[in-house]
């Protein structure tokens, strides 16, 4: 009887189980939007804020005839050259003009319209058509290359009817988003899908931060918005994924949270005006999280500081990880740079970081990016290998030691401010070797304490195997003095991490 009774129990725990999951998913689903029956409201409230971008220059094209070859010596060979030469003058050369097509959309009922920067580059004639017919000539306010947007100006007779921006941060997976544009020339095309994924890298600049979505986007939808069900802009059409030139659901916009203070900056200056720290950062790994004594992989590690630059004043060092900006936590090291980026020059900025262990803040004044200033990558190309016979060598992990001594310097053009080890030798299949160490490169820290000699650099790893650690963090020069740090296994297995990214200078 007892058995049956507590059997009786279960299936009516099991049951209210059952119920209350029922419960939440229904109260879930109740909050959930619901799918819209038609989007034709939506879509005719939104058709005369979307303009077609015409664009047009004039290029000048080759006459295609090449001067005949004669002998040399031959009687005709000035006659050719001086015939071809005068009728293919500069002045006489023909031109065509070469028209492209793009999308944007009215921000302001003055007629400020924002498109992408590519659909208006180079162009010597730009005009906005809009779906009543009316054609109006645009100049161009400001353009930023890194986020591949611009800024354009019409004098409408009358005032425009304009869009806002929305809400992209709190945008989920799975959301309905229509986009508005001029694919292949068809002006005023609607395309309806949902968001596919948020804050997709597609390796186009060092803010990307993209929204994917499967609604229909082809060539001529750039720069055209990507709508949410409330009619705001959450996103800017810039970019697809196609090995046919057409849709195949694998589209790319920039998220209103980026472009909101480009357009800004843009309207108010003509030009925008980056927040910079004034250093290179790499990807926290697990390996480099764990040669740091971090509980987890987070933050951006700081593997260079810009002499004068703000994080030098503020004593930022290389090897310290970043983990917050201004109260903004930095996750990994690509929230960095948007995060820098959207801080005003000038402003004093709290920065939380970690230094060998310890938890400290120090407060940087930020400087300007100038927009010379672009990304930086180290080069994996190998060095040659040394010719060196040194009775003083040292093998460790992979990895042949020996004294920096100006013959290597000379050898290996080795820059004269770079102090440390030098890396004669890499062992083929070593971890070293899969994180890209090559000869030539100079150890100059071993977990954050510099070396100068191969036995410097034993001694660090011993130490470091007697502390129980898996892997030691490397401060690696390549000889023109780019700094990045690596962490190597210290059994030397080979590396499942491929290279530590880096970011460009922020």
């Given at each position: 009887?007892?058995?049956?009774?507590s059997?009786?129990?279960?299936?009516r725990?099991?049951m209210?189980?059952?119920?209350?999951?029922?419960?939440?998913?229904?109260a879930?689903?109740a909050s959930a939007?619901?799918?819209?029956?038609?989007?034709?409201?939506?879509?005719e409230?939104l058709?005369?804020s979307?303009v077609n971008?015409?664009?047009?220059q004039r290029v000048?094209?080759?006459?295609?005839?090449?001067?005949?070859?004669?002998p040399?010596?031959?009687?005709?060979?000035?006659?050719?050259?001086d015939?071809?030469?005068?009728n293919q003058?500069?002045?006489?050369?023909?031109?065509r003009?070469?028209?492209?097509l793009?999308?944007g959309?009215?921000?302001?009922?003055?007629g400020?319209?924002?498109?992408?920067?590519h659909?208006?580059?180079?162009?010597?004639?730009?005009v906005?058509?809009?779906?009543d017919?009316?054609?109006l000539?645009?100049?161009?306010?400001?353009?930023?290359?890194?986020?591949?947007?611009?800024?354009?100006?019409?004098n409408?007779?009358?005032p425009?009817?304009?869009?806002?921006?929305?809400?992209?941060?709190?945008?989920?997976?799975?959301?309905w988003?229509?986009?508005?544009g001029n694919?292949?020339?068809?002006?005023?095309?609607v395309t309806?899908g949902?968001?596919?994924?948020?804050?997709?890298d597609?390796?186009?600049?060092?803010?990307d931060?993209?929204i994917q979505t499967?609604?229909?986007?082809?060539?001529g939808?750039?720069?055209?918005?990507?709508?949410?069900?409330?009619?705001?802009?959450?996103?800017i059409?810039t970019?697809i994924?196609?090995p046919?030139g057409?849709?195949i659901?694998?589209?790319?916009?920039?998220?209103?949270e980026?472009?909101m203070?480009v357009?800004e900056q843009?309207?108010?200056?003509?030009?925008?005006?980056?927040?910079?720290?004034?250093?290179?950062?790499q990807e926290?790994?697990?390996?480099?999280?764990?040669?740091?004594?971090?509980?987890?992989?987070?933050?951006?590690l700081i593997?260079?500081?810009?002499d004068?630059?703000?994080?030098?004043?503020?004593?930022?060092?290389?090897?310290?990880?970043?983990i917050?900006?201004?109260?903004?936590q930095?996750a990994?090291m690509?929230?960095?740079?948007?995060?820098?980026?959207?801080?005003?020059v000038?402003?004093?900025v709290?920065?939380?970081?970690?230094?060998?262990?310890?938890?400290?803040?120090?407060t940087?004044?930020l400087?300007r990016?100038e927009?010379e200033?672009?990304?930086?990558?180290?080069?994996?190309?190998?060095?040659?290998?040394?010719?060196?016979?040194?009775?003083?060598?040292?093998?460790?992990?992979?990895l042949t030691?020996?004294?920096?001594?100006?013959?290597?310097r000379s050898?290996?053009?080795?820059?004269?401010?770079?102090?440390?080890?030098?890396?004669?030798a890499?062992?083929?299949?070593?971890?070293?070797e899969?994180?890209q160490?090559?000869?030539?490169d100079?150890?100059?820290e071993?977990?954050?304490e510099?070396?100068?000699e191969p036995?410097?650099v034993?001694a660090?790893i011993?130490?470091?195997?007697?502390q129980?650690?898996?892997?030691?963090l490397?401060l690696?020069a390549?000889?023109?003095?780019?700094?990045?740090?690596?962490a190597?296994?210290?059994?030397?297995?080979?590396?499942?991490?491929?290279?530590?990214?880096?970011?460009?200078?922020?």
């Open positions: 009887m007892g058995e049956r009774n059997v009786s129990m279960v299936a725990t099991g209210g189980l059952v119920l209350a999951a029922m419960v939440t998913l229904t879930s689903l939007r619901p799918v819209p029956e038609s989007f034709a409201d939506l879509a409230s058709l005369h979307v971008i015409s664009t047009s000048r094209a080759s006459r295609g005839i090449p001067v005949p070859e004669v040399e010596g031959s009687p005709f060979q000035e006659f050719f050259e015939f071809f030469n005068r003058s500069e002045g006489e050369q023909p031109s003009r070469v028209q492209s793009g999308s959309f009215v921000l302001d009922s003055s400020l319209i924002v498109t992408n920067n659909v208006i580059a180079d162009a010597d004639e730009i906005a058509n809009f779906a017919g009316t054609k000539e645009a100049e161009v306010v400001g353009r930023d290359t890194k986020t591949d947007l611009a800024l354009l100006k019409v409408p007779p009358h425009l009817k304009a869009v806002e921006f929305g809400d992209s941060e709190h945008l989920r997976i799975g959301d988003v229509m986009a508005i694919p292949f020339g068809f002006g005023g095309t309806v949902i968001v596919s994924a948020l804050e997709r597609i390796n186009s600049g060092p803010y931060k993209f499967d609604a229909s986007i082809n060539r939808n750039s720069g055209g918005p990507l709508f949410n069900l409330d009619g705001k802009v959450v996103g059409n970019a994924i196609s046919t057409g849709s659901g694998i589209g790319f916009a920039v998220p209103a980026i472009a203070p357009i843009l309207r108010e200056f003509g030009e925008t005006r980056r927040g910079w720290l004034g250093v290179r950062i926290v790994t697990d390996e480099i999280a764990e040669s740091l004594g971090m509980d987890k992989a987070e933050g951006a593997a260079g500081v810009t004068g630059g703000p994080a030098a004043e503020a004593g930022i060092e290389p090897g310290d990880v970043i917050n900006f201004d109260g903004r930095v990994s690509r929230e960095l740079p948007g995060i820098v980026a959207d801080t005003p000038g402003k004093d709290d920065v939380t970081l970690l230094r060998k262990g310890e938890k400290r803040t120090v940087a004044r400087g990016l927009e200033q672009t990304v930086s990558t180290l080069s994996g190309d190998d060095m040659p290998g040394s010719d060196m016979d040194s009775d003083e060598a040292v093998e460790t992990l992979g030691l020996e004294a920096l001594s100006d013959d290597a050898e290996y053009g080795i820059a004269d401010d770079i102090e440390g080890v030098l890396i004669s890499v062992e083929p299949g070593s971890a070293a899969e994180n160490i090559a000869a030539g100079v150890i100059v071993v977990s954050q510099a070396v100068t036995e410097d034993t660090r011993e130490r470091l195997r007697a129980d650690r898996q892997s030691a490397f690696i390549s000889p023109d003095g780019d700094l990045r740090f690596v190597i296994r210290l059994d030397d297995l080979p590396s499942d991490n491929a290279p530590a990214e880096e970011s460009p200078e922020q």
